[in-house]
């Protein structure tokens, strides 16, 4: 449905989700593009936004440009969506696009998300929308722009490997825990966004399409839906995701990210689940971790 | 109706949400390769430009863009119609080209003479719209590839002949290469260059 655009107080407004109608074609046609090469990141001309580098320009950007008036948008940071950066960033698309949003991951057609997935499987006609701040994989191994182009045209990823040999001649096992990088449709290597690795293997075959972008770096990429995302590894040193030894303290949740929350100042300290969305759904059928369950007993 | 009145008639009636109603389609189609697209959006643009390519040059096409017509199309009312509502240059050269546009029946002895991208921007590479007679009855071809899970059948009908063997040369050029959106009137499908096309076998 086309919502009425008749101006009746007489004042301009923004155009709709903000952006002009160059910026949106010209992002579209980038957005196209990574999708046509999976993993490659495309350039394209990034626009100042009414918030800092670093707030998510990138996806805020992506997300303009392929945000309709029919579409229910969530926003997450960190797993959550009544963190800063979420809340600010919905009420944005509120404002300039006059969207319906959600909190409910299985209501959203468009999900932005800063460095995490969410814990409920992703349908097919959902669109997830990184936040990227250094699209760049090999960006901490070679600074230059022009070497890094190079390799990723020769499909020359020798120094990732040997910065993951690194790790284990140091620690004795991969110590990268986030922005793992992982290896696209057998081509390209890409950093999945500083995203836990526990989420890696989610992108790995996913229906829902998924569009990264980098607003301060100035780069889109994609991965399309239902395409191999491998994370990187040796034969003998496996990819392995974190496991955590206790379930969720309040919804008793196993097999999901939790974050660490301390307590007091004598090293109480509890785990729960980073996806807030999963975490209420679940207390809400009735679950309770070991934290409610006490609390209940009181 | 006169060649000038045609160009000027027959765009958006809402530019802004058309637009955006058409990429979706768009983005969904090259995110999931061989999904039959329609478009419902009444535009109007001149013979021999059909419905789901005009909406696509309106989408995606402007000043920065430029545009390669096939001699049947550039003889036509479309290159006035797509000057006005876009802006886009027309160019002759096929290597300049960011979209192409080729009506039904076209002769196409190669991909080459399109913008493939470079080693290292792969993404400077053409899109070319292909109208053919529709999407529907053609005789079966598998599709396989990224956004695809496990494998879909299309059945477009009047390809170019050499179609199969220009794809084929085009997915070895991987990830340099063009992508291509095939369009029949109101109907279109996307094959970005990722997509591996093979003859069904019954």
């Known amino acids: 449905m086309i919502p009425d655009v008749s101006q009746d107080n007489g004042l301009a ?5 903000y952006l002009d109608e160059q910026t949106k074609r010209m992002i579209r046609r980038a957005i196209l593009k990574a999708i046509a090469i999976p993993g490659y990141q495309v350039p394209f001309a990034s626009r100042e936004m009414p918030m800092p580098y670093g707030w998510g320009t990138g996806g805020v950007q992506v997300t303009a440009a392929i945000l309709g008036p029919d579409d229910v948008l969530k926003v997450i940071d960190q797993g959550a969506d009544d963190t800063t950066n979420a809340v600010s960033i919905r009420a944005f698309f509120q404002k300039v696009a006059n969207v319906a949003v959600t909190t409910r991951t299985v209501d959203a057609t468009i999900i932005q998300t800063r460095h995490r997935i969410p814990e409920e499987k992703l349908s097919a006609g959902q669109v997830l929308v990184y936040q990227v701040p250094i699209p760049e994989p090999l960006r901490f191994l070679e600074p230059r722009e022009t070497e890094t182009r190079k390799m990723h045209a020769l499909e020359e990823y020798g120094l990732m490997h040997v910065k993951l040999y690194e790790d284990i001649a140091r620690n004795g096992h991969i110590a990268t825990t986030y922005a793992y990088p992982v290896k696209v449709h057998r081509r390209y290597v890409m950093d999945p966004s500083p995203t836990p690795k526990f989420d890696n293997p989610k992108m790995h075959m996913s229906p829902a399409l998924q569009l990264f972008g ?19 590894d040796f034969e003998d040193h496996p990819f392995a995701i974190q496991h955590f030894d206790k379930p969720c303290a309040l919804c008793g949740a196993d097999h999901v990210y ?35 369950a006490k609390e209940a007993a009181e | 109706m006169n060649l000038e009145a045609e160009a000027l008639t027959g765009g958006f009636a809402q530019p802004v949400f058309n637009a955006q109603d058409i990429f979706r389609m768009v983005m969904d189609g090259m995110a999931r390769p061989g999904t039959l697209k329609q478009v419902a959006v009444d535009i109007d643009p001149p013979a021999p430009l059909g419905r789901a390519a005009g909406a696509l040059a ?49 002769a196409l002895s190669s991909f080459g003479l399109f913008a493939t991208g470079s080693q290292e921007y792969p993404d400077r ?31 477009p009908q009047g390809l170019p002949e ?39 076998e019954n």
């Open chain 1, 258 to 292: 939790l974050d660490e929350v301390i307590l007091d100042d004598k090293g109480g300290r509890m785990f729960v689940c980073s996806d807030t969305d999963y975490c209420e759904d679940r207390r809400a059928h009735g679950h309770a971790g070991e934290m409610l």
């Open chain 2, 162 to 200: 050499s179609f199969l063997r220009l794809w084929a040369e085009n997915r070895t050029l991987f990830p340099r290469g063009i992508d291509v959106v095939l369009a029949a009137g109101s109907d279109f499908l996307c094959l970005p260059r990722t997509t591996k096309i093979t003859v069904k």
């Open chain 2, 125 to 155: 590479s053409a899109t070319l719209v292909l109208e053919i007679s529709n999407l529907e009855t053609g005789s079966p071809l598998t599709l396989t590839g990224p956004g695809i899970a496990g494998s879909t059948v299309v059945r």
């Open chain 1, 13 to 17: 407004t923004y155009n709709f989700a």
């Open chain 2, 58 to 106: 309106l989408t995606l096409c402007d000043q920065d863009t430029p545009v390669w017509l096939s001699a049947g199309i550039a003889r036509s009312a479309v290159p006035g119609w797509l000057a006005f509502h876009t802006g886009a240059p027309q160019t002759r050269e096929k290597a300049e080209a960011r979209f192409a546009f080729g009506e039904v029946g076209l």
């Open chain 1, 214 to 232: 980098a607003g301060r770096e100035k780069r889109i990429y994609a991965v399309p839906p239902f395409t191999d995302v491998v994370s990187l």
